[in-house]
């Protein structure tokens, strides 16, 4: 999806060239970044999101730390709209550098019990 127009800039995030896989795949080790990646992919109409979209009965604290931890491996970009953060796929860099992997995330089918 092509960025809106005035947008606000993204917070610190790798380079595409300096995505590695391992961090990457490290980064969606975790279930509910997992979940949180996954969702984006496949139920996002708009161009992001807050944390409160994802309907995840965590602590903020928590979360801020999956959001964190999806920013700083380079698969999401978040950028700040005065109070709040809002995130997306980095689907382009991602699909540049590790061809099949966004399709494999989205085809992934979360346990019933989590």
Known sequence: MPEPPGLPG???????DELRLETVLGALSDPLRLRIVRKLLL???????????????????????HFRALREAGVTRQRQYGLERRSHVRVADLDARFPGLLALVAAWTPPADS
């Open 10 to 16: 993204p917070l610190p995030e790798p380079h595409v």
């Open 43 to 65: 139920e996002s109409e708009a161009y992001d999101h807050t944390c409160g979209w994802f309907g995840l009965d965590r602590p903020k604290s928590s979360l801020t730390h």
